[in-house]
């Protein structure tokens, strides 16, 4: 699911994500789209489609000093296929909150995307950020990705 350094706080505080109303994961519609592509490059287009969907949420709130995209892969019961398929064919429906217990794992940009996903949020190119990867930190780490 999609997330900002801010939402990543209030795991750490609170011990809940909030959804924000979306996450990706591998769907029927994606596998209709792509019948030729197998399981991990659906995972990673779907992971792709969340780091996209964490520059939105960046976008969509209050500045945040260091900007960085944030996934952060959940482990849940039931999610709903999105009918609008706007934000693509691996987005589904979340509500609620999940507790830091089904994370996981979470990525996050390393420190110095910050001035390119800026760069992109100030209306640059996307491409900018092609040659990035996210992080991967075990939930366990958390503190330490905050600080």
């Known amino acids: ?15 809940l994500l909030r959804t924000g109303g979306l996450g990706f994961t591998v769907t029927d519609a994606q596998r209709a789209a792509d019948p030729h592509a197998d399981m991990d490059e659906w995972e990673f ?4 489609d969340a780091a ?8 969509a709130t209050a500045p945040e000093t260091m900007p960085r ?34 994370v996981a794992s979470v990525h996050v940009d390393g420190v110095e995307a910050a001035d390119r996903v800026r760069g992109v949020l100030a ?17 366990s780490e958390l503190s330490a990705v905050l600080d």
Not at 1 to 15: C, N, R
Not at 45 to 48: I, R, S, T
Not at 73 to 85: K, Q, W
């Open 1 to 15: 699911m999609p997330a900002t350094i801010g939402a990543l706080v209030g795991l750490a505080e609170g011990g």
């Open 45 to 48: 287009q779907a992971f792709l």
């Open 52 to 59: 996209q969907a964490s520059l939105a949420l960046l976008s």
């Open 69 to 102: 995209r944030v996934v952060v892969s959940v482990d849940v019961d039931a999610v709903t296929p999105e009918s609008s398929g706007s934000a693509g064919a691996s987005v589904v429906a979340l509500t609620g909150e999940v507790p830091l217990g089904q």
């Open 123 to 139: 209306g640059g190119p996307m491409s900018a950020l092609d040659d990035l990867a996210l992080e991967w930190f075990d939930p």
